[in-house]
């Protein structure tokens, strides 16, 4: 049985394996361009990590627009390591340090394709589908208690 952990970490503390598995998600798996997906904002942005057998393996990113609300993006997960939740599990650790942040409402641009996960997480699409870095994607809502 494998052992998954998630760990909330600053960008400089997990910059490499971010930024490697982001790398092998978005830029070689689905063709993002490395000047869209490393947009600089990185260092000012809280960041979890999950762990499977102590292994790097997931990461995303929240990111606070105003006082108000949150933006969780860069939800990637190694292709050795989906199918077991950890996407879930990442989007509720981020929710949750949405919710620390005091933030009453959390934003994303879901890739169309994983939507259904976002709506078993509370999410509701809002407007229609758009292309972001040549991906379908859909603009998605929820409230925080």
Do not use: W
Not at 80 to 90: Q, S, V, Y
């Amino acid at each position: 049985m494998s052992e998954l952990s998630l760990k909330k970490i600053s960008y400089l503390e997990g910059m490499s394996e971010i930024l490697a598995i982001r790398r092998v998600v978005f830029q070689e798996e689905q063709g993002v361009d490395p000047t869209l997906e490393v947009d600089g904002l990185d260092p000012t942005t809280d960041h979890c990590l999950a762990y499977l057998d102590n292994q790097p393996v997931g990461t995303v990113r929240v990111r606070y627009l105003n006082q108000h609300t949150a933006k969780i993006e860069r939800l990637a997960v190694l292709p050795e390591a989906r199918g077991k939740g950890i996407g879930k599990k990442l989007m509720e650790q981020a929710l949750e340090v949405a919710a620390q942040k005091n933030r009453k409402e959390v934003v994303i641009h879901a890739q169309e394709y994983i939507k259904e996960l976002h709506q078993k997480l509370g999410f509701e699409q809002v407007g229609e589908r758009f292309e972001e870095a040549g991906i379908s994607h859909v603009k998605m809502l929820k409230r925080l208690p």
